[in-house]
């Protein structure tokens, strides 16, 4: 197999081509691996569990985003490069920094009451989706707002805040709703870019549905005008 390898190094990008004597249908951790131990031992890439559980390892493979620990490919040649949208490092490694601080603003942490309490079963339906989150910052790749740099929280952030409202153990209740008016929620352009390529099925635009119509109906911000009527349902 024929592996193009868009690498990052002093403010540049390269391709570097490498012909790997691997048959079937690796997954692409799996080539970057076997290219390390045989034929690169300088190459940088970012990976720790191979499980789809720490969200490390997201490059484009063929020009799409996915994780590299659960993306198999097959044929003669493939091209991988890293991710668009976070400041590159070294070869394929990115910064995580940005998903970081996008997220410390806006208190998407949980924030227990004191004493025990039950996840109530019809919260833990509601919300399993956005508790698969890996914090992977796929969405936020893919989002056209935020590569245009327009000043919207983000999918990501949106998902992992989506987890905690109307959550009767979270003790920052309805101050948490308020503070996310400050995200612009509505800058989303509900393409579905977070919803398709999420590799855990997240579905970080039908959250942002949710949290809009919530944001709205409770007064925060205003409804666009040529929205769809979510509150009509
Ligand atoms: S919502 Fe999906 S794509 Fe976004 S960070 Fe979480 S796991 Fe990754
Ligand atoms: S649906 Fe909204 S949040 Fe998701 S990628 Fe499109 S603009 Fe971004
Ligand atoms: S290596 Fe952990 S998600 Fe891929």
């Not at 002093?10 to 079937?24: P, R, W």
């Not at 044929?75 to 949208?85: K, S």
């Not at 949980?110 to 508790?131: C, H, I, S, Y």
């Not at 969405?139 to 989506?162: I, M, Q, S």
Request: proline content about 6%.
């Amino acid at each position: 197999m024929r592996v193009k390898l868009r690498k990052y190094s002093e403010g540049k990008f390269n391709i570097q081509e490498y012909e790997l004597d691997i048959t079937g249908k690796p997954t692409v951790l799996e080539i970057l691996m076997r290219i390390k131990e045989e034929l690169d031992p300088s190459l940088a890439f970012r990976a720790m569990c191979r499980a789809s559980i720490c969200g490390t390892c997201a490059v484009k493979v063929n020009g799409q985003h996915k994780l590299a620990c659960n993306t198999r490919v097959e044929g003669e040649e493939v091209l991988i490069e890293p991710v668009d949208g976070f400041k590159p490092i070294r070869d394929l490694v990115v910064s995580h920094e940005e998903i970081y601080e996008r997220l410390k603003p806006s208190r998407v942490w949980f924030v227990p009451k004191d004493g025990n309490m039950k996840l109530l079963p019809e919260v833990q339906r509601r919300t399993a989706k956005a508790w698969d989150c890996i914090l992977c910052g796929i969405c936020n790749n893919v989002c056209p707002p935020l590569l245009e740099k327009v000043d919207f929280g983000g999918p990501l952030l949106f998902t992992r805040v989506y987890k905690t409202l109307d959550d009767p153990r979270d003790s920052l209740g309805e101050n948490r709703l308020e503070n996310l008016a400050a995200f612009n929620v509505q800058k989303c352009v509900h393409c579905s870019n977070c919803n398709l390529f999420c590799p855990k099925g997240c579905m970080p635009e039908k959250w942002i549905n949710v949290i809009e119509g919530k944001l709205v109906q409770k007064g925060y911000i205003q409804k666009k005008k040529e929205d769809f009527d979510f509150l009509g349902f």
